[in-house]
């Protein structure tokens, strides 16, 4: 029992160091005046200001007035339209019985008959092979 020996020094065990968010709420700011501690305060020049949409702003714009480009997405063609109309009525089938055979919305139905749905070469092909027509140009 002489071999073991008992180590008296202290242990210390600390707390995290604030962080930075922790330093600049309310309650550590008071407990520091309090304590006596030195507080640096400074004023942001443009807080609460919305410098995204104040600042460049002006460039964009002149950007855009110089853009003479027609931008546009494309559109589903008339001869498309029209084939997908003749070949659903040709099968006696409804925008929605159409649409649930082919797993689609109604509403995309709709569109691409009207020409306003961007053309999707999945769908049209799908189209295809409910219809059992040629949507598409000549194969």
């Known amino acids: 029992m002489s071999g ?3 180590d008296w020094e202290p242990v210390v065990i600390r707390k995290k160091a604030p962080t930075a968010a922790a330093r600049k709420d309310e309650k550590a700011v008071n407990a520091a005046r309090r304590s006596g501690a030195e507080i640096e305060t400074v004023k942001k020049s443009n807080a609460g200001a919305n410098k ?6 002006s460039l964009n714009t ?19 339209k ?12 409804t925008q ?14 709709q569109e691409y008959e009207s020409g306003k749905a961007i053309p999707n070469q999945q769908i049209i092909s799908k189209l295809e092979r409910a219809l059992g027509a040629k949507l598409r140009g000549k194969k």
């Open 96 to 109: 929605a019985q159409l649409a649930q055979l082919i797993n689609e919305k109604p509403q995309i139905i």
């Open 4 to 6: 073991i020996s008992q």
């Open 62 to 80: 002149r950007k855009l007035d110089e853009d003479t480009e027609n931008l546009s997405h494309e559109k589903v063609p008339t001869e498309l």
């Open 82 to 93: 029209k084939a997908i109309m003749q070949a659903r009525q040709d099968k006696k089938l």
């Open 52 to 57: 995204a949409a104040s600042s460049s702003t």
